[in-house]
């Protein structure tokens, strides 16, 4: 083969490497039951059940939080993150999640609380948490 050739088999492998890493590192957008029926890691948009209670004991286990949410679709799971319990997290409108299901519950690695302002009425403001990550 020509070095020309080779180079260029080279070129297309190293291409081919990145985008397959580049893809399997995205997340998608879904829901609960999406979440149960794959096992990669996805974000999951919703709002947290005030209705139910959050559970975090500091003093008992201080990276330990969970808490009801239900998905745009209206399903509810209780959700479990490994970290502490982020700051106003009651106020927060909508919740974006990144995790995956263990069995009935969503583990969520990440929380993207979407709260109302406090300066401007129209205008949300985002907090982006993220927690340990839990061995499965």
Not at 70 to 86: C, H, L
């Amino acid at each position: 083969m020509k070095k020309g050739s080779i180079f260029g088999l080279i070129v297309i492998a190293i291409a081919i490497a990145v985008i397959i890493s580049v893809y399997s590192k995205t997340s998608t957008y879904g829901t609960f039951s999406d979440a149960e029926k794959t096992k990669s890691e996805l974000h999951v948009i919703g709002h947290l059940n005030t209705k139910k209670e959050l559970f975090y004991d500091a003093t008992k286990d201080a990276n330990y939080f969970s808490f009801y949410m239900k998905d745009n679709k209206g399903e509810e799971r209780k959700v479990v993150y490994i970290g502490t319990k982020p700051e106003d997290f009651e106020r927060s409108e909508q919740l974006v999640l990144t995790g995956q299901m263990v069995g009935n519950e969503f583990h969520a690695a990440k929380i993207l609380m979407k709260c109302p302002s406090k300066y401007t009425k129209d205008k949300l403001e985002t907090t982006e948490v993220q927690g340990k990550q839990a061995s499965l």
